[in-house]
């Protein structure tokens, strides 16, 4: 059952363009909502996290908006570069002594130059 | 840089050849994950584990089984290699309370002939 909805599954942006990734969750009791990048040959790593008691979180180019009353995040990258070219994943979890991450389904991001 | 190492990176075997993938961990986080990464991207989570000498099934079903002796050390074996095994296999940690965020290796790549 797939609890965390991912969109596009992939995305060609130009240089300088602003990709925006979807994310749809259905549980409710998710309160932890990550993002992870992953390049080829190597594991995904964090790149950017939110609680759902706020509305966005900027880190550098990289931007996240939550909607909780829609279960809705993204993940928005600002003057995209050819080295964010990469799979992304969004990801919920419930917290608490037991929490495990529940992946969505990627998008793959190509950014030409 | 995350310490978590995963060997081998690549492997190619037979079919019915018994494997085993390591990961170790060098940061002394309780909890370790294995999951299986389709061609097409996605992350099944397969097997978890709180501590030593706990290990739990992921949400995907699969053959391999896994064993913690030591915190640092979650290793993944298949008894008997079959070609629908072949995926790449990604191993990550994370400490108690963390929220969330996991350390991921650069996995395994695992190819059954």
């Known amino acids: 059952q797939q609890q965390v909805k991912q969109s596009p599954q992939s995305l060609i942006v130009q240089k300088g363009g602003i990709p925006i990734i979807n994310c749809a969750y259905e549980?409710?009791?998710?309160?932890?909502f990550p993002w992870y990048q992953q390049f080829p040959g190597k594991g995904p790593a964090l790149l950017i996290a939110?609680?759902?008691?706020?509305s966005e979180k900027k880190e550098g180019r990289f931007t996240i908006s939550f909607n909780k009353s829609a279960k809705q995040f993204s993940l928005h990258i600002m003057d995209s570069q050819p080295g964010d070219s990469a799979t992304y994943f969004c990801?919920?979890?419930?917290?608490?002594?037991?929490?495990?991450?529940?992946f969505g389904t990627g998008t793959l991001l190509a950014v030409q130059p | 840089e995350a310490d978590i190492y995963q060997t081998p990176r690549y492997l190619v075997i037979g079919t019915g050849k018994k494997i085993t993938l390591e990961c170790s961990q060098t940061?002394?986080?309780?909890?370790m994950y294995w999951y299986q990464q389709d061609p097409g991207m996605e992350l099944h989570l397969i097997h978890y584990?709180?501590?030593?000498?706990?290990?739990e099934k992921g949400d995907l079903s699969s053959e391999s089984t896994v064993s913690r002796i030591r915190t640092e050390h979650f290793p993944l074996t298949l008894e008997s290699a079959r070609p629908s095994h072949t995926s790449q296999y990604l191993c990550?940690?994370?400490?108690?309370?963390?929220?969330?965020?996991?350390?991921f290796g650069e996995g395994s790549r695992l190819t059954v002939l």
């Open positions: 990801a919920a979890s419930k917290g608490g002594a037991t929490n495990k991450l529940i």
């Open positions: 549980n409710t009791a998710f309160d932890y």
């Open positions: 940061m002394g986080h309780d909890k």
């Open positions: 990550a940690s994370s400490r108690t309370g963390s929220a969330g965020e996991l350390f």
């Open positions: 939110i609680r759902p008691d706020v």
């Open positions: 584990s709180y501590g030593v000498n706990s290990t």
